[in-house]
């Protein structure tokens, strides 16, 4: 009989408080527990590097029991192309980042991971915005925004499916949510899709997780959930947009 | 009547570029610079300038770099871990003649650092971080309203001599809150900036436009050779340096200690100062408002006259170097630095008591004695 | 009654060239020059010469722009930077006049892909126009991020393999970005397409002009020399090689 653990921490949060050094219904700790639950079960905990970069994901990688590492804003994508080049195809790189880090300042390391088809695995925690520095708005790193911040030159979010999804590099991308037990299972899925498909060498991939940030949206979380699943599902659709391709 | 109000340090920034007519602020945001932001976005827009969110801060100090080409005054706002990031375009201003004030937030590093504050860029707002070999002017404010007043005094420096000009504050000085008088500084007028690109059509004489950093690299009419380009630059160097010296001294005529510092550390040691006068140390300070050009004949005449040097900075080592510079070996030179602050953690600080005790480990002459 | 005719200049050199009398100078058989003419022609049929500021990055490309007497920026500040600071003199100088930026694929699309994304996702009124060479001509023919799988360059000797990454398609790219409303590809190989390129630059421009968004045109451009090739086998490797990866057309025109 497989027994399925249906809550406690994952065996990977190595952190000893009892609480994560995140804002009430912040998202980042559920976000990291999909990647950690996943990478428990496929039980190749002993070959994953977790990259983490800037950002208020930033003490994540101090907190897990993996070999993982604190990025500078933006080159956590080239610094796992260069690791899994010199450590082969056998190690796992993950990396995490938020929409700033990845899809602003990040996004030359990004876009040329991607054409590289290296063959890593983002992690793209999007929370509307610049999160640790107040949220600015991300330029375009950004989803969908409460109309009383479309100024003149209005901001469009980006929407990185559409972008990579034609780069023959890439192997898989998908967005997901994880505001409900349902949604955290189906991400969890999409996670564990993507981590194959490197195991397999099959190239670059992507799971973008549109996460809350109640504290600088000044929604309440249950609000902040709400916004996520009718304002930025609105503008950033789920599902997987790419299931194929890469070397 | 002029206008007083609470304000902090970002929002002074702000204030004084409205005041100096700034016309594009650019940025990207990273701690402890983003409280600058939030009243930049609100405010900027509302008086009809421009507020570019930009993805990086290579981005953002472009965007000025193109807002200056256009004759327009500009501005960014960078943290220290958003410094090393503009040091390329900072070279290419130098070379373009190209005004751009950029703001420093000083915070903890190297790397990530600390997101508090900290003194620790000295040497790289004063040398040429970027490459080549330049000189920028650098303000350090160490009040709210100085920092006003700076912001004000930059936007001029920068358009005087066609170079970025850095104001180099710290996260404390950006943060605390005191009484601001508002207060439009009037500068002496400065020629126009014909050398602008409008559009060929707007210029007034009908000659195109060109501007170039890589000037010396390509042959302009200014200068025609890469040599010829060096001595333009050089000698604007040394009259920055002849012009623009700014410091303030306190109790310096029989001073027998100087103290040497700037920005938050300045306001340390201007506590410090009382309190070694109370006991009948004679102590001075030297308040460095440029931090480039450097004051260096007050402190070698001071040298000559037998005074200790101590620099009191919350940085490893950046100050004393200019300190030593001026002095040419004729004093000895003592430093309260990052490792004396009060507390371990990221908010500690030099606090007026360790730079007494400093002061007190000399054994100088005190008031009263021959 | 006599009508004015309208007299289509089919040959000779554009109005707007600036006579330099310094040895700047392109290869033999380089048809960067050209991308000079069709944005000259564009820009004096349009009649903006006088409102037109053109913004070049680093690189042979940006000799282009030194060629035209306009105001100019060259280069356009640090490598690959135009788009951004493009940003910064259209805000300046606001909504009546045309920036203009001439990149070539390393500047725009290697180290200057985050400033070209941004400006695009932001809708920057601005139009970038980037000739894609297939190598890093000025610093002698290394791969770029468009070089085609299977080419030689000083970077990929025996030619692009895939397992080092693919090329990139970067007018499909911008056209999906919101900001994007106009994003084309052209050639330089024949006449036709000359000419086909020429209108899509021009309504790039006309995009700018109606205050729209971003637009974006990239030019299949030949580098002789760094290609190892004689300049008529250099069109030919456009025709033959270039276009079938890099199909013309339009792919994005929102009105």
Redesign the interface.
């Known amino acids: 009989m497989v027994k399925k653990v249906v809550c406690g921490k994952p065996r990977l949060w190595r952190y000893r408080s009892t609480s994560l050094p995140f804002c009430p219904g912040c998202q980042h700790g559920v976000g990291a527990r999909a990647v950690l639950e996943t990478v428990e079960e496929l039980g190749i905990e002993g070959k994953t590097i977790f990259l983490g970069g ?1 950002g208020c994901a ?1 003490p994540l990688p101090s907190l897990l029991d993996l070999d993982a590492m ?1 990025c ?3 080159r956590a994508t080239s610094i796992g192309s260069a690791m899994k080049r010199l450590h082969g195809g056998e190690t796992v790189i993950i990396t995490y980042q938020d929409d700033n880090d990845a899809l ?2 990040g ?2 390391p990004l ?2 991971a991607a ?3 290296d063959a890593i695995t983002v992690i793209l925690a999007n929370n509307a915005g ?1 999160g ?3 949220w ?6 950004d989803t969908p925004v409460p109309p009383e911040m479309d ?9 990185i499916m ?2 990579l999804a ?4 890439v192997s898989y991308l998908a967005r997901g949510t994880v505001s409900s037990a349902n949604d955290f299972e189906e991400t969890k899925g999409y996670i564990k899709t993507a981590i194959a498909k490197q195991m397999a060498g099959a190239g670059f991939n992507l799971v973008e997780i549109l996460t809350a940030c109640p504290a600088r949206w000044h929604l309440t979380p249950q609000e902040s959930l709400k916004w996520i699943r009718e304002e930025m599902v609105a503008g950033l659709p789920l599902g997987e947009f790419k299931n194929g391709g890469g ?1 | 009547m002029e206008q007083k109000i609470m304000a902090r340090g970002f929002e002074a920034i702000g204030w004084g570029a409205l005041a100096a007519d700034c016309q594009l602020f650019a940025g990207c945001p990273t701690g402890p610079d983003d409280e600058a932001f939030a009243w930049l976005a609100r405010e900027f827009p509302e008086n009809g300038r421009h507020f570019v969110r930009a993805s990086s801060e290579v981005s953002a100090i472009n965007i000025a770099y193109g807002g200056a080409s256009a004759g327009g005054r500009a501005m960014v706002v960078v943290a220290s871990a958003g410094w090393g990031l503009i040091q390329e375009t900072m070279s290419h201003l130098v070379n373009a003649f190209l005004p751009v004030v950029v703001v420093l937030i000083q915070r903890g590093g190297p790397g990530a650092g600390s997101l508090r504050h900290a003194q620790m860029d000295y040497l790289a707002v004063t040398r040429d971080a970027g490459q080549g070999c330049y000189r920028v002017i650098s303000l350090a404010p160490a009040s709210v309203q100085e920092t006003y007043e700076a912001t004000q005094l930059a936007f001029h420096l920068a358009d005087k001599w066609c170079n970025p000009v850095i104001i180099a504050t710290d996260a404390i000085v950006a943060g605390m809150t005191e009484p601001l008088a508002l207060k439009t500084i009037k500068f002496d007028p400065l020629p126009e900036k014909d050398w602008a690109v409008k559009g060929r059509g707007h210029q007034p004489d009908g000659i195109r436009r060109f501007l170039s950093s890589a000037q010396g690299f390509i042959p302009t009419r200014d200068f025609p050779t890469y040599l010829s380009f060096l001595k333009g630059l050089n000698e604007k160097v040394l009259k920055m340096r002849e012009e623009e010296i700014r410091y303030e001294s306190y109790e310096l005529e029989d001073a027998k200690i100087v103290l040497v510092a700037y920005g938050y550390s300045a306001r340390v040691c201007q506590e410090a100062l009382l309190m070694a006068r109370a006991e009948g140390i004679k102590a001075g300070l030297v308040k460095l408002v440029t931090l480039w050009p450097f004051p260096v004949d007050v402190l070698k005449k001071k040298a000559r006259q037998g005074a200790k040097f101590l620099t009191v900075e919350d940085g490893l080592g950046g100050l004393r170097e200019d300190v030593m510079l001026a002095v040419e070996g004729q004093a000895e030179v003592e430093t309260v630095d990052a490792l004396d602050r009060n507390e371990p953690g990221a908010g500690g600080a030099i606090y007026p008591g360790k730079v007494l005790e400093k002061m007190k480990k000399w054994e100088v002459p005190k008031v009263g004695s021959a | 009654m006599e009508q004015a005719v309208t007299r289509k200049k089919s040959a000779g050199t554009p109005r707007l060239r600036f006579p330099i009398k310094s040895p700047i100078a392109f290869c033999r058989g380089c048809l960067h020059p050209l991308v000079g003419r069709i944005i000259a022609e564009n820009i004096e049929e349009l009649g903006i010469e006088g409102d037109t500021v053109l913004v070049g990055g680093v690189g042979c490309h940006a000799v282009i722009v030194g060629h035209l007497n306009l105001d100019v920026l060259l280069p356009g500040a640090a490598h690959g930077r135009a788009p951004d600071v493009a940003t910064g003199i259209k805000r300046i100088l606001g909504k009546r006049k045309t920036l203009i930026t001439i990149q070539g694929d390393g500047d725009a699309m290697a180290i200057g892909t985050e400033p070209l994304i941004q400006a695009a996702a932001r809708g920057e009124r601005i139009t970038v126009i980037m000739i894609n060479n297939q190598v890093y001509g000025t610093t002698g023919g290394q791969l770029a991020p468009t070089t085609i799988i299977g080419h030689p360059t000083t970077t990929s000797i025996g030619g692009r393999k895939s397992e080092e990454g693919y090329p990139v398609r970067t007018a499909e790219l911008l056209a999906k970005l919101n900001g994007v409303v106009y994003s084309a590809r052209g050639a330089l190989n024949n006449v036709r397409n000359l000419q086909r390129t020429k209108k899509y630059v021009k309504a790039a421009i006309a995009k700018q002009m109606d205050d729209l968004g971003f637009s974006f045109v990239e030019i299949l451009g030949n580098c002789p020399v760094n290609w190892r090739m004689t300049p008529i086998n250099s069109v030919k490797y456009i025709e033959e090689k270039l276009i079938p990866e890099f199909p013309l057309g339009e792919f994005k025109n929102l009105k």
């Open positions: 800037g930033y604190q500078p804003n933006g602003a300042v996004t030359e876009i040329h054409l590289r088809g610049y640790s520095t107040g600015q708005m991300a330029s375009p790193g100024k003149p030159n209005p901001l469009f979010p980006i929407n559409e972008l034609e780069f023959e590099g070397n």
